[in-house]
């Protein structure tokens, strides 16, 4: 009924950029906050970058300066831009969109599927 559907991912040599996004559709009343997270093989998934439905930003110490976290309330959507990207970076990136369903006072975080993002040397 909600779904989160991302796109954006793909293949950029170090230095590139990428621009991930994310959109939330159904049965919304109201989106809290939006993030992106991202886990790499062996290591702790981590919050890449959040934003509240006032537009309140957070990021990451490593990524910070690099990416940027943006949201278009009037389509439910968030994006990602990522400059001077890194190998470092190369994740599986999931875009997370914490809500309220229509009729319900009880919040539901939905994740998308998740999209590859590698960054060669």
């Known amino acids: 009924q909600v779904q989160v559907v991302e796109s954006g991912g793909g293949l950029v040599q170090a230095g590139g950029s990428l621009r991930l996004s994310c959109a939330a559709s159904?049965?919304?009343?109201?989106?809290?906050?939006m993030g992106w997270y991202r886990q790499a093989p062996g290591k702790q998934r981590e919050l890449v970058a959040q934003?509240?439905?006032?537009?309140?930003?957070n990021y990451a110490d490593s990524v910070k300066g690099r990416f940027t976290i943006s949201r278009d309330n009037a389509k439910n959507a968030v994006y990602l831009q990522m400059n001077s990207l890194k190998p470092e970076d190369t994740a599986v990136y999931y875009c997370?969109?914490?809500?309220?369903?229509?009729?319900?006072?009880?919040?539901?975080?939905?994740w998308g599927q998740g999209t590859q993002v590698t960054v060669s040397s």
């Open positions: 934003i509240t439905s006032g537009g309140i930003t």
């Open positions: 997370a969109a914490n809500l309220l369903k229509s009729g319900s006072l009880i919040r539901v975080e939905y």
């Open positions: 159904g049965s919304i009343f109201r989106i809290n906050h």
